[in-house]
């Protein structure tokens, strides 16, 4: 029959990527922004870390010893972009709010920024709640994950006219306490709050990505324009 003449001509093609993708999807581990696609295109899929905020890991740690670690994938679509989050060895029971920020407070090998004065366009993105014990997340799976869809990869950016802020791209991701007292007993005042939650009442940083060391730009920006001083992103 035709189907089955379809069938066994598209096998050997769907292998052939199969073997291509795997390797690939294994490289999402890496601390660097790891990118996939095919050459002279924009990457169809992008993965890199997040890291810590210093200042407060230990509010973060559970317990057992294991450093609190965070790993995004962001998919290309056609309309928008898919993007998923998991957290991993995070303290039971923590929430905290999404950002895609203009800039991020660490230089590309994990020092302070000296240059550094505030996170610049903040765009909220959404909440993330770390389960307790034996809680599994909206999906029926354990541990944190968050899953957003929305314009991502190279052109999310905003804009206000009534304080001349020109189109500004916020090509880094973090994320903030959103309880206060969670990291008080890592030094934070909580009298004074940062504004990175709905009631703008929110604790202090706990995770954010880093600039790529040659082009300054977050891990969003997939496709930069290295022919200009500073690098832009190529829409």
Sequence with gaps: MLIDRLRTALRPRALALAVLVLPAVALFGGAAAQHIAA?????????????????????????????????????????????????????????????????????????????????????????????????????????ATVTIRTILLDQIFGFDPDVSLAPTNTFQLGFWFNNPADAAPCGFDVTKPT?????????PLAFITRPNAVTGLGPLCSNPDTSKSPATCNP
């Design 39 to 143: 050459a002279g295109a924009a990457p169809e899929i992008v993965a890199f870390d997040l890291f810590p905020n210093p200042k407060t890991l230990a509010c973060l740690t559970a317990g057992g010893g294991k450093t609190p670690s965070v790993h995004a994938i962001v998919r290309r679509g056609k309309l928008n972009d898919t993007l998923a989050l998991t957290l991993r060895n995070f303290k039971p029971g923590l929430d905290f709010d999404l950002f895609t920020v203009q800039r991020s407070n660490q230089l590309a090998d994990g020092s302070a920024d000296p240059a550094f004065k505030n996170f610049g366009l903040a765009w909220y993105q959404s909440d993330i709640h770390v389960p307790q014990q034996n809680e599994r997340d909206d999906d029926g799976r354990d541990g």
């Design 195 to 203: 504004p990175f939650n709905g009631e703008h009442k929110a604790g």
